[in-house]
């Protein structure tokens, strides 16, 4: 089974083309976390002693939030997941975050920053799978 951690130049060329004059964009991340993290090629932020990839993942939020919130975005959710209420038995998640943003643009800005790529790695060893979704509000759904 593929998995999926990173997004291709394709699915980013789209993205911008789709969403970059939308104004606000919120992220749907979808996550399976490793059960130990990996930080191999990554000793240069690897932890003293070895934790879970669901921990590596929380440094990553937690090193990355400042950066978050300067480019004016916010975490709206957190929370462990479970079974689907509807969809498929096989697709397990442990959790969710659900992030917004300004705009495409500070989206990018953002994921380019000096400092954030400094810690994206931790996502990296912690994670073993995600989606991520982007979205626009609809605000004529009647």
Do not use: C
């Not at 509807?86 to 397990?92: A, L, Y």
Request: aromatic share 12%; glycine share 6%.
């Amino acid at each position: 089974m593929q998995k999926y951690i990173d997004a291709n130049p394709e699915s980013g060329k789209k993205f911008y083309q789709d969403f970059h004059d939308k104004g606000k964009i919120v992220m749907l991340n979808l996550l399976k976390f490793r059960e130990k993290a990996d930080y191999k090629n990554l000793e240069q932020i690897k932890p003293d002693e070895a934790i879970s990839g669901e921990q590596a993942y929380k440094l990553y939020i937690k090193k990355t939030l400042p950066e978050l919130k300067k480019a004016g975005s916010q975490i709206i959710y957190y929370g462990k997941s479970n079974d689907f209420l509807i969809g498929p038995e096989s697709e397990k998640w442990d959790a969710v975050l659900v992030i917004e943003h300004k705009s495409v643009m500070k989206f990018m800005e953002f994921a380019q920053n000096e400092n954030y790529l400094k810690n994206a790695g931790h996502r990296t060893a912690g994670v073993k799978d995600s989606r991520l979704l982007p979205s626009t509000e609809i605000r004529n759904y009647t």
